[in-house]
Nanobody, 121 residues
Framework: QVQLVESGGGLVQAGGSLRLSCAAS????????MGWFRQAPGKEREFVARISRSDRSTYYVDSVKGRFTISRDNAKNTMYLQMNSLKPEDTGVYYC??????????????WGQGTQVTVSS
């Protein structure tokens, strides 16, 4: 089992940057595929990015490609999401997720509590 805690959200102007972190408990962080989802007000939760447990494979939703970068530091039990060139449509609650698999599924087993990202125009 793994517990996930997000941090790094906040209010930023359009065009700005934020870096989200997801700290995981336990000694088997490297055994988990990780990823980020987000939920905008009045909308369903959507996939944003994922990274394999080996750190060799990443995948992004089309709307963030070229602007967001997902990474992980297995020695620190932490995953990151660097978000650049932020747009108002990136506003939402961002959730960290994990699966005890090589690649994250569409319905991850473990979730963090979320961190709010607000991008003003």
């Amino acid at each position: 089992q793994v517990q996930l805690v997000e941090s790094g959200g906040g209010l930023v102007q359009a065009g700005g940057s934020l870096r989200l972190s997801c700290a995981a408990s336990g000694r088997t962080f490297s055994s988990y595929a990780m990823g980020w989802f987000r939920q905008a007000p009045g909308k369903e939760r959507e996939f944003v990015a994922r990274i394999s447990r080996s750190d060799r494979s990443t995948y992004y939703v089309d709307s963030v490609k070229g602007r967001f970068t997902i990474s992980r530091d297995n020695a620190k039990n932490t995953m990151y999401l660097q978000m650049n060139s932020l747009k108002p449509e990136d506003t939402g609650v961002y959730y960290c997720a994990a699966d005890p698999l090589v690649v994250l599924t569409a319905t991850p087993q473990y979730w963090g509590q979320g961190t709010q990202v607000t991008v003003s125009s």
